[in-house]
């Protein structure tokens, strides 16, 4: 007997296909796509940031800005934080919904789906791990570079030179908005990586709706068998008993 046109080579090369174009549009969408708008972004902000300091003619305003771009900066890194460790959760809440519904309906393979459970977890894990420390990285990079900033102004300001202040925030603002691009980049990647875990889960599905199709089929296979040489011996006993 073969097994059923769901299981066949055909759909499940389709299904991993299928699911292979998902994670290269995915991949398109959060690592080229938003590489382009980002530099674009900083090319515009820098030039803002020297069209304003440069008409600027007061040393207090300066200043303000210098603040409010530190501000800004550190909230996007924030913000850029906890979206990515909250996009990882989701993912690990999913993940453990899908393996506790494989477990009880796929009684079967137990220890199949353990040990591909087993294999996840650690690979979400490490991906966790990994986003949190960049996170952490990346925040105290921040308040560090704030902190030098703020020194920096603070020298300018008792030599009351307003072009070295335009010149150091200028400074100040690329160097922060390259470490925002990299945090956000590396979180890119992160999710890049979860997309392969879910590939990764879908592959493991099919593999496992596959053992149960041929378990079953072996088993209803097994059990014709048993049938039929039943029905035979039965015969073959009925027709000796009926000849003696």
């Not at 100040?172 to 908005?177: G, L």
């Given at each position: ?89 989701v ?44 996170v ?18 603070l ?28 945090a ?6 992160a999710?890049v ?9 879908v ?7 596959i ?10 296979a ?20 009926l000849?003696?």
């Amino acid at each position: 007997m073969g097994l059923p046109n769901k299981a066949s080579p055909t759909g499940i090369q389709r299904l991993i296909a299928a699911a292979t174009t998902e994670a290269v549009v995915a991949v398109v969408k959060v690592v080229v796509l938003p590489v382009d708008a980002l530099e674009v972004v900083v090319v515009v902000v820098v030039v803002v940031v020297v069209v304003v300091l440069v008409v600027v003619e007061n040393v207090g305003v300066v200043t303000a800005k210098v603040e409010a771009t530190v501000i800004e900066v550190v909230t996007i890194v924030i913000v850029v934080g906890v979206v990515g460790v909250t996009v990882v959760v989701v993912v690990v809440v999913v993940v453990v919904v899908v393996v506790v519904v494989v477990v009880v309906v796929v009684e079967n393979v137990v220890e199949v789906v353990t040990v591909v459970v087993a294999a996840v977890v650690v690979v979400v894990v490490v991906v966790v791990v990994v986003v949190v420390v960049v996170v952490v990285v990346v925040v105290v990079a921040s308040v560090v570079l704030v902190v030098i900033i703020m020194s920096i102004v603070l020298v300018v300001l008792e030599c009351s030179a307003l072009v070295v202040i335009v010149v150091v925030e200028i400074v100040a603002v690329v160097v922060i908005i390259a470490v925002v691009v990299a945090a956000v980049k590396v979180v890119a990647a992160a999710v890049v990586v979860v997309e392969v875990v879910k590939i990764v889960i879908v592959v493991v599905v099919i593999a496992i709706v596959i053992v149960v199709v041929v378990i079953v089929v072996v088993a209803a296979a097994a059990a014709v068998v048993v049938v039929v040489v039943v029905v035979v011996v039965v015969v073959v006993l009925i027709r000796n008993f009926l000849k003696n």
